[in-house]
């Protein structure tokens, strides 16, 4: 790909599985958004929700698989915009790197704060004198980021390690509380429960409410581009970081979809739930009693923490390769890898501190914070879009070892087809009456990036980026490489 090889190889397929297994992390998505869906569609969207929109981003991850086959590197989305675009290359990958980035950073920032929001969950139940405050929030949230930036500073088999842990923490975890809600409970709904449908949103037209229920699922589903980003650090990686994102798909789709009925099924009083601060808990509650409840919600505290230390890993591997084609303020530090850990430790402390700058608002207000971290999905799914619409332009794609042959480009054009329509559901409002607290600011986040983009862009940038630079001749960099 024209880079001297820094990073070492030890991630093997599993690892490169794992580590967008552990992003996408059903038990964090799922018990993060149930409480939305709940009231936008109920359990008729929340499973076959699930089961269509599951079967959408399969398409999305094929696509980026073929390209991730192509072109196997840290860079992934951005460097692989810069190298499939006819025209204006730097423009491409400078779009889809910074939208790439500001997503990253959005889901490091919105997982952790999760974490700590149910982490003050937790103790109110065991301390019933505990009062959960924002600044208290805050305050745990910085304390995950500066662990999870030890742990990805350390070393990339610490991490490999940690993400090995984490896909049994979320396999086994999901297996205990499926099983917990179908024993445990003396009674269950019926099973035409799965029909019910209910639109709590405010808006009286049905079918909307129900559009808008299908983002709990794309919600879950972001994240799978870190098996991309690890290119470099795993073997036969032209064919491993794209199984890495079917399978990660796959398994979550199949794992959720079993998790989410069990959910829907233990619901004893849906109002009650669904107008409860935290849904999903309230559900464990109702059905399994505190103490249970209070047991099952450690593993979903575990699961978002494992989410997070991916999600830092993945943004740590895109910075480190944005700056190393000088796309960032400071990009000959952040490009830096240290000689004894060989992991680019500075880009790890920039993944933690940027984390930390979004979840500070927080502290004061948090529709604030919200505000800042909705970016997080249309980032992301933004980023994925590009480099797929322009491998779907392009007529002479040279595909790599893992590749869709004549499906190619159909599977490309749904996938584009979907990004476009998720897209548009998570820029619309998702609740009336429109209030400061409930407006979504997504739309407005994403402009002020693309805003700071262009400026910068237009000012000095587009002068000194020209995409994914070549450090020579594949003989030159041969001699290049440090290990």
């Excluded at 607290?437 to 805003?451: E, G, Q």
Aim: glycine share 8%; hydrophobic share 55%.
């Amino acid at each position: 790909m024209g880079y001297p090889r820094k990073l070492t190889r030890r991630f093997r397929a599993f690892d490169n599985f794992a580590i967008s297994f552990t992003i996408i992390n059903i038990i964090s998505g799922i018990f993060s958004s149930f409480g939305f869906g709940m009231n936008a569609g109920g359990p008729r969207v929340l499973v076959f929700g699930w089961i269509g929109v599951s079967i959408m981003v399969l398409f999305v991850g094929a696509a980026m698989g073929e390209i991730a086959s192509a072109y196997p590197t840290s860079g992934a989305l951005y460097f692989s915009a810069g190298k499939l675009a006819k025209r204006h290359r730097g423009a491409w990958s400078w779009y889809t790197g910074w939208l790439n980035f500001v997503g990253q950073v959005g889901g490091t920032a919105a997982t952790n704060f999760a974490a700590a929001t149910f982490i003050q969950a937790f103790l109110s139940m065991q301390w019933p004198s505990y009062v959960a405050t924002p600044q208290q929030t805050v305050a745990i949230t910085a304390v995950i980021l500066l662990l999870q930036a030890l742990a990805n500073t350390y070393t990339v088999r610490l991490v490999a390690v940690f993400n090995r842990i984490s896909v049994w923490w979320l396999l086994i975890g999901m297996v205990v509380i499926v099983a917990a809600l179908m024993i445990i409970p003396d009674s269950h709904q019926p099973a035409s429960f799965v029909t019910h449908f209910a639109n709590n949103t405010g808006f009286t037209h049905a079918i909307y409410g129900g559009m808008l229920g299908l983002l709990v699922t794309s919600w879950t589903f972001t994240g799978f581009d870190g098996s991309f980003h690890m290119s470099e650090e795993t073997v036969k990686a032209t064919v491993n970081a794209p199984r890495g994102i079917m399978r990660a798909i796959g398994y979550s789709a199949l794992t959720g979809l079993i998790l989410m009925l069990a959910l829907v099924y233990a619901i004893k009083d849906y109002g009650h739930a669904a107008s409860a601060d935290a849904p999903p808990v309230q559900i464990l509650i109702d059905a399994l009693g505190p103490a249970t409840a209070k047991l099952l919600l450690l593993i979903v505290i575990g699961a978002m923490l494992f989410c997070g230390l991916a999600n830092m890993t993945s943004n740590t591997r895109q910075i480190f390769a944005f700056s190393r084609d000088g796309a960032m303020p400071g990009s000959r530090w952040w490009h830096s890898v240290s000689a004894r850990t060989r992991t680019p430790v500075k880009a790890v402390w920039l993944a933690a501190a940027c984390p930390l700058v979004l979840v500070l608002p927080g502290w004061w207000s948090h529709t604030a914070f919200t505000a800042v971290v909705s970016v997080n999905v249309v980032g992301l799914f933004l980023a994925y879009g590009v480099p797929i619409f322009l491998r779907l332009r392009l007529d002479d794609f040279q595909p790599g070892p893992w590749n869709l042959g004549r499906f190619g480009k159909p599977v490309a054009f749904i996938a584009v087809a979907w990004i476009v329509i998720s897209n548009v559901l998570f820029m619309l409002p998702q609740a009336y009456p429109i209030t400061p607290a409930s407006f979504n600011y997504a739309p407005i986040a994403l402009a002020v990036v693309l805003v700071i983009a262009t400026v910068w862009w237009f000012a000095t940038a587009r002068r000194r980026f020209q995409g994914p630079v070549s450090y020579g001749r594949p003989d030159e960099v041969a001699a290049m490489d440090l290990i």
